[in-house]
């Protein structure tokens, strides 16, 4: 079983799966500071 290689990428799996969420989270985060200050700053 130690040598089946579907047992050593299922972390790698979680981790990419973790990082696009974070991704999104950190996309979503920027855009809506963006929004935020161009109100701030509107005529």
């Given amino acids: ?7 050593d990428t299922g972390g790698d799996e979680d981790l990419t799966w973790l990082w696009g969420v974070a991704g999104l989270a950190l996309a ?4 809506a ?3 935020l200050v161009r109100r701030l700053r509107g005529p």
């Fill in 1 to 7: 079983m130690a040598d089946d290689p579907r047992r």
């Fill in 28 to 31: 979503g985060a920027v855009a």
């Fill in 33 to 35: 500071t963006v929004l």
